[in-house]
Each structure stands twice: as C-alpha cells, then as structure tokens.
C-alpha cells in the first residue's frame, strides 16, 4: 500500500506585481499552495516591506472569488464553464466572421491594470490585433494620466532624466498620495521608510498640494490645502514667483530651453494673491512653496492622479516640466546616472534635451475629434466608438485585465455600448461587473503561478519624477506555485498566442524601449514559431536577449541584486546638440490664458467638489473579491469635513445621496478632519453588477455613475471632468 507523501512546508523567494511597487515576497508553499505572503528581508532596497494586498496574495489566488475555468454565456444570460481549447475556436470563428463582414477595424482590445505585472501580456495583444490589422488598441493608461506623456512631447525630455531623489532637498507631489499608491513621485520601494529618510533624516522639504491632508502631506514642510481644481492656477503662481524674484536657473535655460518670455507673460496674471484667493490656500505659502523648490540645489516635481481628473489635466503636467526646467532640475554631466539599464539593451544619456515631438499623430476617431495621440488611443472614446454606427464601428472588444464598468468615466454610456457588441470576452480572474456582461470570460493564470522580472519598472523610467527604481538594480522570480487543483488556466498572452493560431495568423511581438522618440535601442521584434508554444520563460529569455545584464546572471540572486558595475555617470552635451526644451507651448499658454480669466462660477445647487483617492487595500477594482482584503469593509465611504457633517446633521454611517449633473449614488458619509471643507473623497472601482441595483453595503458607490465623457473634457486625452466634481449631498432617506 503507498503512503502519500506530504510535502513539508517551504518558503521560496517571489515577486509581487499588483502595483508598481514590484515588492520582493516571501511566500510559504504548503500542499503545492500559497499559504502565506510576507515581505522578503533579504532583499535589497525594500527592508521587508509588503503592504496588505501582497501579504492577500494567497487568498486573491485561493479564494471562492477566483475563476477556476474560463466561462461562456448561455442563452439565458448565465454563464458556465468551458474548456479553454474550445472557448478559443469559438472566439476565433467569431472574430473571423465579424472580420469578413465589417473588416478588422471592427474588433478593439482594451487593456487594463490588471496585466501590468506581466507588461508582455499587452505587448501580445497587440502583436495580435497589428496581424489582424487594426489600429484599435486602447490602453488604461489613457484614462490615467495621459496628461503626462502629451506634456512631454510637448516640452520635450530630458536624456539623463532627473537628480538622485536621494539628493533632493525640495520634492513638490501634486495631487499624489505615493504612500499609500507606490505609484511614482516618489521612491517605489518602500515609500514610507523612504519618505522618512528624507524628511525627518535629511531634512528634504516636502511641498504637497492636495486638497486632503493625504497621508504625504502630514509630513509636508508646506501643504497647500486648495480647492481642487486649482493646480494649473497654483503652479503659475509657484512660476511668477520664481520669475519675478529671479530664482531661475538662467545658464540652464539659455542652453536647453525656448519660450520663457511667452511663459513669464502667460504667468504673469497668477500672481500669490490672485492665486490664494481662488485655490483657497495662505499667500505666504504659495510664496514659501516656491522658494524652497528654486533654492533646492535639486529637487523634483511629480504630478498624480488627483489633477489629472480635475480637467487641466495636461497643463498641470506641463507646467510641472515647466518648473523643473525653469529650476534645472535635471541631472547634470557627471551626476550619476538615475535608472541606469540593467535588463534594458545599455545605454548611456547625455544632458542634454529630447526635443519635442508631435502628440497627435495617431489615428483619427469619430467622436469629439479624439484621435490616437501621444499616450495612445483615448479610452475616454471607447464606448462611443463601439455604439456610433457607420463605417470604423468597434463590434468586437476584448478586454484584457480591466474593469470598465466601474473604471470608465460614463457607467450608463460604457454598459449600453458593453451590452451592443457582437463578441465582448474579458480575461479576469474574476467574474467582475464587466465579466458579467462577457459572452466569455477567460480565467487567466496569476502571480506566482507565472515567472516575473523588474523590467517593467525600468521601461517607466521616463514617466515622470521618481518612477521606476534609481539604482541598477534587477529581478527575476520563476513561478513559485502551480494554479490550484483541477483548474484550467492559461497566461494571459497566451490567449492571443492561440487565437492567432487559430485564425492562421503570424504573430510579431514588438517590444519598445524608452520614450517615444528615444536615443536608446530601436524596438526589438520578435517573431513566434507558431508551431510551437513558448513558455512564459521562453518568452521572457526572447525579450530580454539584448539586456544589458544577461539574464542569467540575474537568476543567480533569487532575492534580486544591485549591478553597480552598471552605474554610469551623465555624459556631456554633445557638440552638435540642437535640441531645446520648450517652456513656452502655444496651445499650453492659450490654455492659461483662458484659465486666468475664467474662474468657475459657484454652483449653489451643487456646493460640494468630489475627489478621487486609492484605497490600500485595493488596486482599483481588484481585491474587492476577498473577504480578506475588504471582508470588514465592502463599500467606499464618503469621507467629509466633520464640519460638513455637522452642518448636513449627518453622524458617522449615515446614508448618503450624492448628485451630480449627470447621475446619483448612495454612500455612507465618514467624517474625515483631514478633508478640507466643501469637499467629498470617495474612492473609484466600486459597485456592483450591472444588471442589479448597487445595494450601498455590498457593493458600495460607484463614481463612474456620476460622470459624463461629454462633460468638460480635455481636447487630447478626452478625460472629462472626472475629479473636483460638483456634486450636491443631502441624507437618504433609507
Ligand atoms: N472616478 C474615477 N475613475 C477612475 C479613476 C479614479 O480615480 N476615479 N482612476 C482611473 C485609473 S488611474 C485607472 S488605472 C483605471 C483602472 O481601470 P481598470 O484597469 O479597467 O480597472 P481595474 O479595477 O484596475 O481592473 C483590473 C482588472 O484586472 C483583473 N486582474 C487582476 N490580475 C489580473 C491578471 O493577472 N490577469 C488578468 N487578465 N486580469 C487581472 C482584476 O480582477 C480587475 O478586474 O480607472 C480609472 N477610473
Ligand atoms: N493602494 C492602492 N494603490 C494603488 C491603486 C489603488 O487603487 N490602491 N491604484 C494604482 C493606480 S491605477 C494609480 S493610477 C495610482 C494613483 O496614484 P496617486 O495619483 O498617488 O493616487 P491617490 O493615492 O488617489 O492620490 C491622489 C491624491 O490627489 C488628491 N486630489 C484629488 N483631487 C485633487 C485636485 O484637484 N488637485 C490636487 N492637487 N490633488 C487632488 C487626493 O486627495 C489624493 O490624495 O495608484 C496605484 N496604486
Ligand atoms: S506595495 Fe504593491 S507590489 Fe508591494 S506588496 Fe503591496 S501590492 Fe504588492
Ligand atoms: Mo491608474
């Protein structure tokens, strides 16, 4: 008789990819399953950190809310399980009927957040959608801050990037809470702890403009406290300071930049006075804020998602490159060099500018004159593609690790075009507000059940302030578990790998390096064997053939390593650089213009301005479906000045209705001091299905119901007025 073997307990070295944070994790392998996440102390840069989703990985892998099969839906509207092979044929005769008919512009995929820890994912779907010839790629990132690339091509970039955060002596976060989000503008590993060292340590003056005393701004040297809304306003008024007291970095503009006589008279009128009075925030401290950033001998400036929202989204962003330029705040020859390329191709940068580029090559769209632009496809043009009819009508959408229906700026809008499709399959390992609506749903394999690198967080070195990680530092993680018993999963990519054989067509993945108009390495193109699946490290070993450390020295430190022998220093101008950075933009300084003269008018009706904020148990949508993550808590509050709620009569857990000019959700009200008054911070990503009323207790309020595509929205990126919201909140009833 065979005695079943039990397999001890072991603790194998992983990586967590549910944000950008990218922490290094412990994880405990009991019975061939995760049983237990921790931050790895081994590892280099992070001290042990994991916050409360990488510590939930197991039970997001584990738990009841996971798809163990992929889905497809029955006549009666319900779905039930189907094997993959045959959800694939199925999908495949689909999309090849709907090519035949309405040509391939008609099929769209939609990717989301949920694949940004295996980025190859996207890079597939794409090389699938190139091959069956349509331009139809939308990416997250368009209804994110897509604000920050058309900045960039409009000011253009800095090769050598910026100064060692851990030089900075001023750091400006706009509208972002990097403490809770890792998200960029700060140091990704470990913000907390670096936040520390920097403040209390080294004595950095933190400069955070938010409307919410964010956990950022607690440790803030000056928080300006504004209405929000207001960036725009509050960054021309830091710029008229440091012109009009002649704090700017002349030599560095006479060499690099172009336009700072039209800046210092499109500024001009924003004086600390005029500013103050319409932002909310003391004179002095506007004042204050913009000494301190000119003295720093470096300094950085980040902008995130709370201005973003707020309409203005690209000035503000472009304003912040402004600063910096103004300041010289980027890395100078013989600084050393900040994100140096370790799994990248090598390359060493110069100082000196990337001039800027054009931001709106891209395709035209059909609706409110969008177009593919510097950040992508607008996202924000999405559902109205898929319901305008006529010739370029989206039919077909996959959707690729998002959540539309609680993510997407117009919930009406987005769940009628949602319902209109001829084919909508979603990959997700969940069965998601969006999933409901799927004719499939694709259940793909997850973190730990895939191997991972740090490559991402190098290819975001050029998005703005502090992303990605200074130092030359490297990562790989195999598979540390295999998907639960009984199921059947497959990489996300591999989704497209198999359609395209399917549908017999040949598959390019084109991997880019850098920013849009980059000096580094031309994109590397690599063409699959159809014939033969690769594995996922087969796919990984493909893209990074040219890194610049092989890959299979960085295997040999399972806990990740620092390559110091890759540190580089910033080469020197070169002789025949022509390149300036603009700081004068036409269309950025017409857009001042029109802000300086145009204060919003008071809405009595809808007194109250809504704001978004991250939630840290959350990315997003993702880990609503563990009990562990938001078991206590299944809903968003709305948090408000207990001044507010005094003056409402409302008590902590109250009901309330909060109206937009565009729609009504119920919330519980939460008082909240560190909200500045007239305000209401309630998070995205909540709510339920769509074929339900949301009951406020389960599936909490959704923000998206309160948005309109059409309202306010920015000419470029198409966001609409999705932050400083004026909303109306009186008690419910029930
Ligand atoms: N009102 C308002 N709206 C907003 C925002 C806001 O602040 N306020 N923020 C905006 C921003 S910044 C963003 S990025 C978007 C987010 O928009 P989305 O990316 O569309 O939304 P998420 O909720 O992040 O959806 C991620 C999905 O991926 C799934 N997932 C997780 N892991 C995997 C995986 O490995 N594979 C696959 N296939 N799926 C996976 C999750 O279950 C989840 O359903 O929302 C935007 N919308
Ligand atoms: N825990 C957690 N981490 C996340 C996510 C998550 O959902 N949860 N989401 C991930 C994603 S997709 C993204 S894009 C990033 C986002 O990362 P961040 O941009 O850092 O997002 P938040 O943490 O919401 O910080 C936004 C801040 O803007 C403030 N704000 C609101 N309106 C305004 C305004 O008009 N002006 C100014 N100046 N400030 C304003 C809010 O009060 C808030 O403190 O986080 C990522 N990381
Ligand atoms: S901060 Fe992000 S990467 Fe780090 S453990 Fe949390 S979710 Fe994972
Ligand atoms: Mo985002």
Same mark, same amino acid.
């Not at 336009?259 to 004042?287: E, H, N, Y």
């Given at each position: 008789?065979g005695?079943?073997?039990?397999?001890p307990p072991?603790i194998?070295?992983?990586?967590?990819?549910?944000?950008?944070?990218?922490?290094p994790?412990?994880?405990?392998?009991?019975g061939?399953?995760?049983t237990?996440?921790?931050?790895?102390?081994?590892?280099?840069?992070?001290?042990?950190?994991?916050?409360?989703?990488?510590?939930?990985?197991?039970d997001?892998?584990?738990?009841?809310?996971?798809?163990?099969?992929?889905?497809?839906r029955?006549?009666?509207?319900?779905?039930?399980?189907?094997?993959f092979?045959?959800?694939?044929?199925?999908?495949?005769?689909?999309?090849?009927?709907i090519?035949?008919?309405?040509g391939?512009?008609?099929?769209?995929i939609?990717?989301?957040?949920?694949?940004?820890?295996?980025?190859?994912?996207?890079?597939?779907?794409k090389?699938?959608?190139?091959?069956?010839?349509s331009?139809?790629?939308?990416?997250?990132?368009?209804?994110?801050?897509?604000?920050?690339?058309?900045?960039?091509?409009?000011?253009?970039?800095?090769?050598?990037?910026?100064?060692?955060?851990?030089?900075a002596?001023?750091?400006?976060?706009?509208?972002?809470?990097?403490?809770i989000?890792?998200?960029?503008?700060f140091?990704?590993?470990?913000?907390?702890?670096?936040?520390?060292?920097?403040?209390?340590?080294?004595?950095?003056?933190?400069?955070?403009?938010?409307p919410?005393?964010?956990?950022?701004?607690?440790?803030?040297?000056?928080?300006?406290?504004?209405?929000?809304?207001?960036?725009?306003?509050?960054?021309?008024?830091?710029?008229h300071?440091?012109?009009?007291?002649?704090?700017?970095?002349?030599?560095?503009?006479?060499l690099h930049?172009?336009?700072?006589?039209?800046?210092?008279?499109?500024?001009?009128?924003?004086?600390?006075?005029?500013?103050?009075?319409?932002?909310?925030?003391?004179?002095q401290?506007?004042i204050?804020?913009?000494?301190?950033f000119?003295?720093?001998?470096?300094?950085?400036?980040?902008c995130?998602t709370? =201005?973003?929202?707020?309409?203005?989204?690209?000035?503000?962003?472009?304003?912040?490159n402004?600063?910096t330029?103004?300041?010289?705040?980027?890395?100078?020859?013989?600084?050393?060099?900040?994100?140096?390329?370790?799994?990248?191709?090598?390359?060493?940068?110069?100082?000196?500018?990337?001039?800027p580029?054009?931001?709106?090559a891209g395709?035209?769209?059909?609706?409110?004159?969008?177009?593919?632009?510097?950040?992508?496809?607008?996202?924000?043009?999405?559902?109205?593609?898929?319901?305008?009819?006529?010739?370029?009508?989206?039919?077909a959408?996959?959707?690729?690790?998002?959540?539309?229906?609680?993510?997407?700026?117009?919930?009406?809008?987005?769940?009628?075009?949602?319902r209109s499709?001829?084919?909508f399959?979603?990959?997700?390992?969940?069965?998601t507000?969006?999933?409901?609506?799927a004719?499939?749903v694709i259940?793909?394999?997850?973190?730990?059940?895939?191997?991972?690198?740090?490559?991402?967080?190098?290819?975001?070195k050029?998005?703005?302030?502090?992303?990605?990680?200074?130092?030359?530092?490297a990562?790989?993680?195999?598979?540390?578990?295999?998907?639960?018993?009984?199921s059947?999963l497959?990489a996300?990519?591999?989704?497209?790998?198999?359609?395209?054989?399917?549908?017999?067509?040949p598959?390019?993945?084109?991997?880019?390096?850098?920013?849009?108009?980059?000096?580094?390495?031309?994109?590397?193109?690599?063409?699959?064997?159809?014939?033969?699946?690769?594995?996922s490290?087969e796919?990984?070993?493909?893209?990074?053939?040219?890194?610049?450390?092989?890959?299979?020295?960085?295997?040999?430190?399972?806990?990740?390593?620092?390559?110091?022998?890759?540190?580089?220093?910033?080469?020197?101008?070169?002789?025949?650089?022509t390149?300036?950075?603009q700081?004068?933009?036409?269309?950025?300084?017409?857009?001042?213009?029109?802000?300086?003269?145009?204060?919003? =008018?008071?809405n009595?009706?809808? =007194?109250?301005?809504?704001?978004?904020?991250?939630?840290?148990?959350?990315?997003?949508?993702?880990?609503?479906?563990?009990?562990?993550?938001?078991?206590?808590?299944?809903?968003?509050?709305?948090w408000?000045n207990?001044a507010?709620?005094?003056?409402?009569?409302?008590?902590?857990?109250?009901?309330?209705?909060?109206?937009?000019?565009?729609g009504?959700?119920?919330?519980?009200?939460?008082?909240?001091?560190?909200?500045?008054?007239?305000?209401?911070?309630?998070?995205?990503?909540?709510?339920?299905?769509?074929?339900?009323?949301?009951d406020?207790?389960?599936?909490?309020?959704?923000?998206?119901?309160?948005?309109?595509?059409?309202?306010?929205?920015?000419?470029v990126?198409?966001i609409?007025r999705?932050?400083?919201?004026?909303?109306?909140?009186?008690?419910?009833?029930?």
């Amino acid at each position: 008789m065979g005695v079943t073997e039990i397999e001890p307990p072991r603790i194998e070295p992983g990586l967590c990819r549910l944000c950008v944070g990218y922490c290094p994790v412990l994880v405990t392998v009991e019975g061939g399953r995760a049983t237990k996440v921790s931050g790895d102390p081994a590892a280099p840069l992070f001290d042990g950190y994991a916050c409360p989703k990488g510590r939930a990985l197991p039970d997001l892998l584990n738990g009841k809310q996971r798809l163990l099969h992929s889905m497809v839906r029955g006549a009666d509207g319900g779905h039930s399980a189907i094997g993959f092979e045959q959800a694939i044929k199925e999908i495949a005769s689909k999309l090849t009927g709907i090519v035949e008919r309405h040509g391939p512009e008609a099929v769209a995929i939609y990717s989301g957040t949920g694949v940004t820890g295996f980025p190859t994912s996207a890079a597939v779907a794409k090389a699938w959608l190139d091959a069956l010839g349509s331009p139809m790629f939308f990416s997250v990132n368009t209804i994110d801050k897509p604000g920050m690339q058309i900045a960039q091509a409009r000011h253009g970039l800095w090769e050598a990037g910026h100064p060692a955060f851990e030089e900075a002596d001023a750091w400006i976060l706009v509208g972002s809470n990097p403490i809770i989000s890792k998200t960029g503008g700060f140091p990704q590993n470990n913000p907390g702890m670096r936040l520390k060292e920097a403040v209390n340590d080294r004595g950095m003056k933190l400069i955070v403009i938010d409307p919410r005393r964010s956990e950022m701004a607690r440790r803030a040297h000056v928080h300006l406290q504004c209405i929000p809304g207001n960036d725009p306003a509050i960054l021309s008024a830091l710029i008229h300071v440091i012109i009009a007291e002649k704090l700017y970095d002349e030599a560095f503009i006479d060499l690099h930049a172009e336009g700072f006589a039209a800046l210092a008279s499109a500024v001009a009128p924003f004086t600390p006075a005029f500013v103050a009075k319409r932002a909310g925030v003391p004179q002095q401290d506007l004042i204050e804020a913009a000494r301190t950033f000119a003295a720093a001998r470096a300094g950085g400036i980040f902008c995130g998602t709370g =201005p973003s929202f707020a309409t203005h989204g690209t000035l503000t962003e472009y304003l912040a490159n402004c600063l910096t330029t103004l300041c010289g705040h980027w890395a100078r020859a013989g600084d050393p060099l900040q994100k140096p390329n370790v799994l990248l191709p090598a390359y060493s940068a110069r100082a000196q500018p990337i001039a800027p580029w054009p931001e709106n090559a891209g395709r035209p769209l059909r609706v409110r004159g969008l177009r593919g632009n510097a950040s992508g496809m607008p996202v924000a043009a999405l559902p109205d593609e898929i319901l305008l009819e006529g010739p370029g009508q989206i039919r077909a959408l996959i959707c690729l690790g998002g959540n539309p229906v609680t993510a997407f700026p117009d919930h009406k809008r987005t769940v009628e075009a949602l319902r209109s499709l001829e084919l909508f399959v979603v990959l997700d390992p969940e069965m998601t507000p969006t999933a409901e609506l799927a004719d499939y749903v694709i259940a793909p394999k997850l973190m730990l059940e895939l191997p991972g690198t740090s490559l991402a967080m190098e290819m975001i070195k050029y998005l703005g302030h502090s992303r990605g990680i200074e130092v030359p530092y490297a990562r790989y993680a195999p598979a540390v578990v295999d998907p639960p018993a009984g199921s059947e999963l497959v990489a996300d990519w591999e989704v497209f790998y198999e359609l395209a054989r399917e549908m017999g067509l040949p598959l390019t993945l084109v991997t880019h390096y850098g920013a849009s108009p980059s000096p580094e390495a031309p994109p590397l193109k690599i063409s699959f064997d159809m014939s033969r699946r690769p594995s996922s490290d087969e796919l990984i070993e493909a893209i990074l053939q040219n890194s610049r450390i092989p890959l299979s020295e960085v295997k040999r430190y399972p806990h990740g390593h620092i390559f110091v022998e890759v540190q580089e220093t910033v080469q020197e101008r070169s002789a025949d650089c022509t390149a300036r950075l603009q700081i004068g933009n036409k269309e950025m300084m017409a857009e001042l213009e029109q802000i300086a003269s145009s204060a919003r =008018p008071w809405n009595e009706d809808m =007194p109250f301005l809504l704001v978004p904020r991250r939630d840290n148990r959350l990315v997003n949508s993702y880990g609503r479906g563990s009990t562990v993550l938001s078991g206590r808590q299944t809903f968003n509050p709305g948090w408000l000045n207990p001044a507010d709620m005094r003056r409402l009569g409302l008590v902590d857990g109250d009901r309330i209705r909060i109206r937009s000019a565009h729609g009504e959700i119920v919330a519980f009200a939460e008082g909240d001091q560190s909200i500045r008054a007239g305000i209401i911070s309630l998070t995205h990503c909540f709510g339920g299905s769509p074929d339900k009323e949301d009951d406020p207790v389960r599936d909490g309020a959704n923000v998206a119901k309160l948005l309109s595509v059409d309202d306010d929205f920015d000419p470029v990126t198409g966001i609409p007025r999705m932050g400083a919201l004026p909303v109306h909140i009186a008690r419910a009833i029930n």
